[in-house]
Structure formats: structure tokens, C-alpha cells
């Protein structure tokens, strides 16, 4: 009886402290905004992560702006949590925050954009190859053109912010030694669908009408969104008039593909969290350092991948 006794107290004590110290884990959240449907799934799935694990997130919405992020980072720093994850809108500027956040010992996870600064300034990246999510688009285009002529208008991320920057690189990589294929206009969408829409619209202007346009590459599924809507205001069918080849698979663009407005676009997983918190809890309990780069995959879809089925797998995934 007294063993009995004795094994549901040591099991209950255990298991006492395995709630103890998942619930004591404070993390500090600094989100970009929700420019995006992608923003808002990966905004979602964090949040539910780290209820799943017990893990109090202390939430702020920089509303795009990086003075905003640092000013929430540095609240996060006085708060004392115990690690913070920031997704870094521009790719510059952090080291003096980090810097801040690594004197207090507070290990900082990047979610879903790189930076540039020295890696010793965060624990971890948990992002994408964005050069290859632009390779992939590209390479995508250069098979279904053929030899044919290409005029190419590119709907840019954020400006400065490192999707924009690699995404863009990563296509024209893949464009390179191509010379029926051309980028004729570029410009910013802001990763948002009103200026994707509103981008395409003086796209469309300044060529005429749009007819020699072949096809949209657009650094995420938002900006092809609106720019499908810009094109069929102007009387042109998007999908096979003008091709549209994007990056996130948020549901609407598998919804646009299989009304044949849409062609490809590539994934990015919205759950950068879990990945996250799984080295974050391994490094508080015994200090075991993840790699500085934790990557996730980067899967071409088509309109042959059944963009319905696509589009109801993803309601699960915080969309
Ligand atoms: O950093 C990831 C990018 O940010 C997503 O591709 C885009 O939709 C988002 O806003």
C-alpha cells in the first residue's frame, strides 16, 4: 500500500512539474502585421502552438513597421520573458535590439524572414530557402513557355524585407540564359491584394492595354490575387491570357486555379512555430544549440495537383 502510495506521488509530482515549467514559459511574440492570408494562418498557428505547449505568448502587431517591432522587443526585454520570436519586416537594422536581448540572455527566434546581422544575435531562423521559392516560380515559367516570347511584370514583397529580396533573386537565377523570357516591369505590391491589384492596373496601363503581357510572377498569393482582378477588369483572362505563378498556397489561390485564373504557385508552411518552440524548449531545459537554420520545405503546386482538394487541406492550417 505504502509503494502504491508512493509511485502516484512520485507520478503526480512529476507531472506537476512538467506543467510547472511548460506554463512558466513567457515568450514574447513581435508579429509583422496581417498584410497577408499567409500572415494571418501563421499569426493563428502560433497562437494555438503555444497554447498547445502551456506557453504564455505575450502578442504585439507592429502594423509594419520595424520601429514598432523594436519598440515590442524591447518591452518583451524589460518583461523578462523568457524568449522572444520576431518574423523581422526588413532585413536590416536589428543588431542594437539583439544586442539588448542577448546582454539580458534572452534567446530570440527569427520566424519566417532572414536578417542581416551576425548570427550569434539569435538562436535560430525558422524561414524558407526564399531564393529557391523564386527559382522554383521561375523555373516553372521557363518549362511552360518554351521558346516562346515572355514578357514577365513582377509584383515585389515588402521592400527591403528578405522575401522580396531573395524571391526576386531566385527568379531571375532561374530566368538567366532565357532570353525569350524578360522582366518588363517590377515594382512593389507591399505582399498586400489592394496593391497587388492596384500595381497590375498601372501594369496594364503603361503596356497598352495589356495584351504582350505573358505572364505575372508575384512574390505572394495576396498580390496574385489582386492582380487577377486588375486583369479581368481589363477585359483579359488571367490563367491563360496572362499566366499567374505566385509563393505562399494560401487557400484563395487554389480557389482562382481551379476556376483556371491561376497556374502555380509555391508553399510556405504558415506553422514556423512549431519548429520554434520545439528548439526553444530543448535549449531552456538543457541548453542544446539548434542549427542557425531551421528551413522549411518549398512545394510547387499546379492546376493538376486538384486545387479543391489543395483548398480543403488547408482549412486545417490555420487559414
Ligand atoms: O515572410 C513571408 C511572406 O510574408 C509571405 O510570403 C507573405 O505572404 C507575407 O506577408
Given at each position: 500500500m505504502k509503494k502504491a502510495l508512493a509511485a502516484v506521488t512520485v507520478a503526480f509530482t512529476a507531472c506537476l512539474a512538467s506543467t510547472v515549467s511548460a506554463q512558466s514559459l513567457t515568450v514574447g511574440f513581435s508579429q509583422i502585421g496581417s498584410e497577408s492570408g499567409w500572415r494571418a494562418a501563421e499569426t493563428t498557428v502560433t497562437k494555438q502552438e503555444a497554447e498547445k505547449r502551456g506557453i504564455d505568448l505575450k502578442f504585439a502587431d507592429a502594423q509594419q513597421k520595424q520601429e514598432n517591432q523594436i519598440k515590442a522587443i524591447r518591452g518583451f526585454i524589460a518583461q523578462g520573458v523568457d524568449a522572444i520570436l520576431v518574423a523581422p519586416v526588413?532585413?536590416?537594422?536589428?543588431e542594437a535590439v539583439l544586442k539588448e536581448a542577448k546582454e539580458e540572455e534572452i534567446p530570440v527566434i527569427l520566424l519566417d524572414r532572414q536578417i542581416e546581422?551576425?548570427?550569434?544575435?539569435?538562436?535560430t531562423a525558422v524561414t524558407s530557402d526564399q531564393v529557391h521559392e523564386g527559382k522554383v516560380a521561375g523555373d516553372w515559367l521557363v518549362k511552360e513557355v518554351g521558346d516562346k516570347d515572355c514578357k514577365v511584370v513582377e509584383l515585389q514583397g515588402t521592400t527591403g524585407s528578405s522575401p522580396a529580396i531573395n524571391r526576386k533573386k531566385g527568379f531571375e537565377e532561374a530566368i538567366a540564359?532565357?532570353?525569350?523570357?524578360?522582366?518588363?516591369r517590377s515594382q512593389t505590391g507591399d505582399f498586400t491584394r489592394t496593391k497587388g491589384k492596384e500595381v497590375m492596373e498601372s501594369f496594364i496601363k503603361a503596356e497598352g492595354?495589356?495584351?504582350?503581357?505573358?505572364a505575372v510572377y508575384a512574390h505572394n498569393d495576396d498580390m496574385a490575387v489582386g492582380a487577377i482582378q486588375a486583369i479581368k477588369e481589363a477585359g483579359l483572362k488571367p490563367g491563360s491570357d496572362i499566366k499567374i505563378v505566385s509563393i505562399d498556397a494560401v487557400p484563395d489561390i487554389f480557389k482562382a486555379m481551379a476556376d483556371g485564373e491561376a497556374n502555380a504557385t509555391v508553399e510556405l508552411t504558415p506553422n514556423m512555430a512549431g519548429p520554434a518552440f520545439d528548439v526553444l524548449e530543448a535549449y531552456l531545459k538543457d541548453k542544446t544549440e539548434p542549427p542557425k537554420w531551421i528551413q522549411t520545405e518549398s512545394k510547387l503546386y499546379t492546376a493538376a495537383d486538384d486545387p479543391m482538394k489543395v483548398y480543403e487541406s488547408k482549412k486545417d492550417l490555420g487559414y
Amino acid at each position: 500500500m505504502k509503494k502504491a502510495l508512493a509511485a502516484v506521488t512520485v507520478a503526480f509530482t512529476a507531472c506537476l512539474a512538467s506543467t510547472v515549467s511548460a506554463q512558466s514559459l513567457t515568450v514574447g511574440f513581435s508579429q509583422i502585421g496581417s498584410e497577408s492570408g499567409w500572415r494571418a494562418a501563421e499569426t493563428t498557428v502560433t497562437k494555438q502552438e503555444a497554447e498547445k505547449r502551456g506557453i504564455d505568448l505575450k502578442f504585439a502587431d507592429a502594423q509594419q513597421k520595424q520601429e514598432n517591432q523594436i519598440k515590442a522587443i524591447r518591452g518583451f526585454i524589460a518583461q523578462g520573458v523568457d524568449a522572444i520570436l520576431v518574423a523581422p519586416v526588413v532585413a536590416t537594422g536589428w543588431e542594437a535590439v539583439l544586442k539588448e536581448a542577448k546582454e539580458e540572455e534572452i534567446p530570440v527566434i527569427l520566424l519566417d524572414r532572414q536578417i542581416e546581422a551576425p548570427d550569434d544575435l539569435y538562436l535560430t531562423a525558422v524561414t524558407s530557402d526564399q531564393v529557391h521559392e523564386g527559382k522554383v516560380a521561375g523555373d516553372w515559367l521557363v518549362k511552360e513557355v518554351g521558346d516562346k516570347d515572355c514578357k514577365v511584370v513582377e509584383l515585389q514583397g515588402t521592400t527591403g524585407s528578405s522575401p522580396a529580396i531573395n524571391r526576386k533573386k531566385g527568379f531571375e537565377e532561374a530566368i538567366a540564359g532565357h532570353s525569350n523570357i524578360t522582366i518588363a516591369r517590377s515594382q512593389t505590391g507591399d505582399f498586400t491584394r489592394t496593391k497587388g491589384k492596384e500595381v497590375m492596373e498601372s501594369f496594364i496601363k503603361a503596356e497598352g492595354g495589356g495584351q504582350d503581357i505573358c505572364a505575372v510572377y508575384a512574390h505572394n498569393d495576396d498580390m496574385a490575387v489582386g492582380a487577377i482582378q486588375a486583369i479581368k477588369e481589363a477585359g483579359l483572362k488571367p490563367g491563360s491570357d496572362i499566366k499567374i505563378v505566385s509563393i505562399d498556397a494560401v487557400p484563395d489561390i487554389f480557389k482562382a486555379m481551379a476556376d483556371g485564373e491561376a497556374n502555380a504557385t509555391v508553399e510556405l508552411t504558415p506553422n514556423m512555430a512549431g519548429p520554434a518552440f520545439d528548439v526553444l524548449e530543448a535549449y531552456l531545459k538543457d541548453k542544446t544549440e539548434p542549427p542557425k537554420w531551421i528551413q522549411t520545405e518549398s512545394k510547387l503546386y499546379t492546376a493538376a495537383d486538384d486545387p479543391m482538394k489543395v483548398y480543403e487541406s488547408k482549412k486545417d492550417l490555420g487559414y
